[in-house]
């Protein structure tokens, strides 16, 4: 079982960047991924992707990514030795290709 959360942008940060750069001093050991996906509505969106290592229990794969205006973070957590979480990981990633960008 696995929790996915879709967040927008906290107020007291300026841009994406500076979003990621909390998200890595938050958690120093995560693994860090960068990867481009199509999104139906916008084209490409650059992806940047922080996950727990593979040695915590519970685990996390935080996906931060910019469709329109608005930087969005897909969060999913599960048990790290949990079977579908591979399934986890192509949901969200589903989920990032069909945002629908904010004008």
Known sequence: MATINVLSIPKNYEDLARWIWVGRKNVPDATETKFTVVNEASGKIEIVCL??????????????????????????????????????????????????PTR
């Open 51 to 100: 996950a727990s290592p593979p040695s915590s229990g519970p685990a996390f794969a935080s996906y931060f990514f910019q469709p329109g205006r608005t930087p969005l973070v897909v969060e999913i957590a599960y048990r790290a030795q949990d079977p579908k979480k591979d399934d986890y990981r192509a949901a969200a990633q589903w989920m990032i290709e069909r945002a629908v």
